[in-house]
């Protein structure tokens, strides 16, 4: 029988099911009054479902997490409200998932707030979560156009994990690679391409240290740093060098893959799209055609399972393929492709389909530049 210790709680898929997830949600509220640590572990365990894919069970166990912590702050602020901030953080990551991204906004500003006022008071203790959370706020706010606050949130994270770093480097440079990142991205969406690509050859060179000392913790870390790596390298006109660091980030995501298909599949898509773009750039159209149509099977095989979540990918990837046709002197397959695109995005939800709207203008622009096409009868 798994033995599952109450203070660090993980499961495996085939541990809990959804029923079962419910009942301990439900558990959970029913101790709540009398073994408050004893819930919160219950709650925690449910909250373990979405690592393994059950990404509704897991909402609802953070929401209720979120509103358990809540009653416990309003008898006790000052030993509770750690907890709540960390609960709101864990459901800002799950609303996030599911698409809810103006909700999860939200919940990380509070989840900042509430750790800002905790590092006033004691910024060694509190430090490090504060720096979690502004990450965090940094991906929410670009993901809702927030563009000027979220490369002032990512500026703050990597501020105080480098201060983190100059106090402990062995427990903290890990997270700095994964600011270093984000701070990345959005200095290349600010247009700063010369720091963007200075900042993420910096993570990467972290991130190459780190598997120098154990490979397996890091891999994923690397292969999200050459991506983003390659494409600060294509801004900057290195286009070899952009192809190398993007084929590096496809064959470390086939190793995780190999490893855990279901946890590193999206991943695995997104880099074959990237990579197909390298090509493209550099001028292999056969071959960039070649790796689109493999992530677009991946990224098929992924919205059969859940095409709210993954439909938005899998248009964006056929896009692409539409494009890249087009270059290759196949228009009446690119239109095909585009007009498939074009009904993929009009089939996502209101709330997807908002985050969308430039993408879906632009596959739309596309397809009818494509069907005046003079060489088509």
Known sequence: MTKIPIGRLRVNSFVLNSRICSELVGLASFLHSTVPSFARAIINLAVSLGEAGHRAEALAAAEEAVSLRRELVATNRGAHVADLASALNNLAVELAATGRNIDALVAEEESVGLRRELVAMNRAAHASDLSISLNNLSVQLATVGHHADALVAAKEAVGFRRELVALNRDAHLQDLALSLNNLASRLSKAGDIESALRVSEEAVAIYRELLGLNREPYVRGLATGLTRLAAHLAKSRRLDEALAASEEAVALRRELVEADRVAHLPDLAASLTNLAL??????????????????????????ESDVQLHGAGLATSILQLAILLHDYGNPVDAISAARESVELFRQLDDVVAQDLTSDRRLVEDLYGAMIEEPDLE
């Open 278 to 303: 390298r090509l493209a750039e550099s001028g292999d159209i056969r071959q960039a055609l070649t790796v689109c149509r493999e992530g677009i099977a991946v990224r098929r095989e992924l919205a």
